[in-house]
């Protein structure tokens, strides 16, 4: 199974600020590689699909890059709604692992 | 408006059986693989199994769940289920159903509100 890790496991920014979370994979997944964000208490949602591409609706100010084993998900500016959890994970092969998640909190 | 209704949770002991639906709608279902993805309490996600569009023995799991997991779907229905026999007290989370982007190696839009599944005696 491919091993998905994340980076750092919490941050702490202010509103305005541009963070960068990592996600490694244990191996090459070409860029099979989404992200998702999740709000306390509700369903995740779709950020960024084969690692760059913005999902319909989602705000430009969250950006995707990498390929093969290295990834990384920018927030330009962080707004308040944006301090909540993200995960990544691999569609390169099942299982389908995910990212042990970010938790991106306000400073 | 995709809709994905999950139902079926509930408390059960460790050992016994429970079976998970999902009642989709909105979306041709026949053409989109579907997950089920569950999160313990105060942990992160685990993708648990996926299945195809067109269903049949096309089907995944997650190491975890191997052998104690069925995931089966009725295309005629619209509707996705996740038999779970064997219970543990690890397997105690919220379970999601999960609509893939197209098939089974793509990712997950749409997701249902999940259901709680709770595992002791």
């Known amino acids: 199974d491919i091993q998905m890790t994340q980076s750092p496991s919490s941050l702490s920014a202010f509103v305005g600020d541009r963070v960068t979370i990592t996600c490694r994979a244990s191996q090459s997944i070409n860029t099979y590689l989404n992200w998702y964000q999740q709000k306390a208490g509700k369903a995740p949602k779709l950020l960024i699909y084969?690692?760059?591409s913005l999902q319909s609706g989602v705000p430009s100010r969250f950006s995707g890059s990498g390929s093969g084993t290295d990834f990384t998900l920018t927030i330009s500016s962080l707004q308040p709604e944006d301090f909540v959890t993200y995960y990544c994970?691999?569609?390169?092969?099942?299982?389908?692992?995910f990212g042990g998640g970010t938790k991106v909190e306000i400073k | 408006e995709v809709q994905l209704l999950e139902s079926g949770g509930g408390l059960v002991q460790p050992g016994g059986s429970l079976r998970l639906s999902c009642a989709a709608s909105?979306?041709?279902?026949?053409?989109?693989?579907m997950t089920w993805v569950r999160q313990a309490p105060g942990k992160g996600l685990e993708w648990v199994s996926g299945i195809s569009g067109s269903g049949g023995t096309d089907t995944y799991y997650a190491d975890s769940v191997k052998g104690r997991f069925t995931i089966s779907r009725d295309n005629s229905k619209n509707t996705l289920w996740l038999q779970m026999n064997s219970l543990r007290g690890e397997d105690t989370a919220i379970y999601y159903c999960?609509?893939?982007?197209?098939?089974?190696?793509?990712?997950?839009?749409?997701w249902g509100q999940g259901t709680l599944v709770t595992v002791s005696s």
């Open positions: 084969g690692a760059s």
């Open positions: 909105g979306f041709t279902f026949t053409s989109y693989a």
């Open positions: 999960a609509k893939s982007f197209g098939g089974t190696y793509s990712p997950i839009d749409y």
């Open positions: 994970q691999q569609s390169d092969s099942t299982p389908l692992t």
